[in-house]
Nanobody, 125 residues
Framework: LPLVESGGGLVQSGGNLRLTCEVP????????IGWFRQAPGKEREGVSC????????YIVDSVKGRFTISRDNAKNTVSLQMNNVEPADTGTYLC???????????????????WGQGTQVTVSP
């Protein structure tokens, strides 16, 4: 089953957005939910991940201090709170589920198996 992202839109630089990833009932081994983004003409890059198995989380340096990741177990969602956004944050944001640990090393698209369609985030100067 695919994951479903929502919350994207057009926002001015310095504004805030909250993206939400609805996680279907996957086997418990898919404990790691990652957020990725892809700008036009660029490779997909990892932004953040969160593991429901041990609570570990990771966030890339480029958004550290501005973005936070969290999980709502009751709603089965993982959210990405984006504060003080910049034009460089523009892109399609996708969430994905993976088997491996949430870490800098494994926050790569190749290590994730189930994906959503993405939600567009556009930050104007």
């Amino acid at each position: 089953l695919p994951l479903v992202e929502s919350g994207g839109g057009l926002v001015q630089s310095g504004g805030n957005l909250r993206l939400t990833c609805e996680v279907p009932e996957l086997p418990i081994i898919y404990h790691n939910i990652g957020w990725f983004r892809q700008a036009p003409g660029k490779e997909r890059e990892g932004v953040s991940c969160l593991s429901s198995r041990d609570g570990s989380e990771y966030i890339v340096d480029s958004v550290k201090g501005r973005f936070t990741i969290s999980r709502d177990n009751a709603k089965n969602t993982v959210s990405l709170q984006m504060n003080n956004v910049e034009p460089a944050d523009t892109g399609t944001y996708l969430c994905a589920a993976g088997l491996l640990e949430c870490s800098r090393h494994y926050l790569h698209p190749g290590f994730y198996d189930h994906w959503g369609q993405g939600t567009q985030v556009t930050v104007s100067p």
